[in-house]
């Protein structure tokens, strides 16, 4: 399989300190570290631009990754309210899924005709562009991308870095909305309808 290079994405790099990512499938290599930089001046947008998630290489040849460059590592609350800090238009790959089911949702970012999550891995997919979910969006039967929890309580992301690549977004069908308590069930499970967000576009 064709290996992609990535480049530094800053001007100066120090090859004691960093290593070049590279983007790659996902088997049969272990996963790469997230394309991140400890950027505390950059805070996350209230909410992204519908717009193609498109990668793109200055003249020297340095990735730019989509609206905005490296991630940012700084303290967020990535709630509904700030677009669960997702970034470039919020799109997803995702596994095949049915009724009953939740399955592996990815944010992602297009590269030069194929899809890649923000840690680097190459994702192949259904591809889908969200926005944050409304009470009056949900209706049983809709597919939709969830935040799954820790286990305990809802736990948001606290940083764009940790919600772009975080592997708790899942894909199911909404089985049941319950209004009082703002929740949706999918597989038997109760999410929070701020943790959910709606497909509206698809590639």
């Known amino acids: 399989m064709k290996r992609i290079a990535l480049l530094c994405l800053v001007t100066a790099c120090s090859t004691a300190v ?13 996963e790469p570290e997230p394309v991140v930089e400890d950027t505390p001046e950059r805070t996350p947008a209230a909410s992204a631009p519908a717009m193609l998630p498109s990668a793109k290489r200055d003249p020297d040849g340095r990735l730019i990754l989509p609206d ?16 669960h800090c997702l970034r470039a238009g919020a799109w997803f ?49 809709r597919p939709v991308i969830v935040l799954a929890d820790d286990g305990s309580t809802m736990r948001w992301p606290d940083s764009e870095a940790a919600a772009l ?23 038997g499970t ?5 943790a959910t967000r709606i497909t509206v576009e698809t590639r």
Do not use: M, S
């Not at 960093?18 to 272990?30: A, G, I, Q, S, T």
């Not at 975080?166 to 894909?171: D, E, L, P, S, V």
């Open 93 to 141: 790959v995702v596994e095949p899924y049915r009724v009953g089911e939740l399955r592996k949702a990815t944010p992602v970012f297009e590269l030069e005709g194929y899809w890649y999550g923000w840690n680097a891995v190459r994702a192949d997919g259904a591809v889908y562009r969200t926005e944050v979910a409304t009470p009056a969006a949900l209706f049983p039967g």
């Open 18 to 30: 960093r290593h070049r990512p590279v983007l790659h499938d996902p088997e049969p290599e272990p």
């Open 68 to 83: 905005g460059g490296p991630l940012a590592t700084k303290q967020a609350t990535c709630d509904a309210e700030h677009d």
């Open 165 to 187: 690549v975080t592997k708790r977004w899942r894909i199911g069908v909404i089985e049941r909305v319950d209004p009082a308590t703002a929740t949706i069930l999918i597989a």
């Open 190 to 194: 109760a999410f929070p309808i701020a």
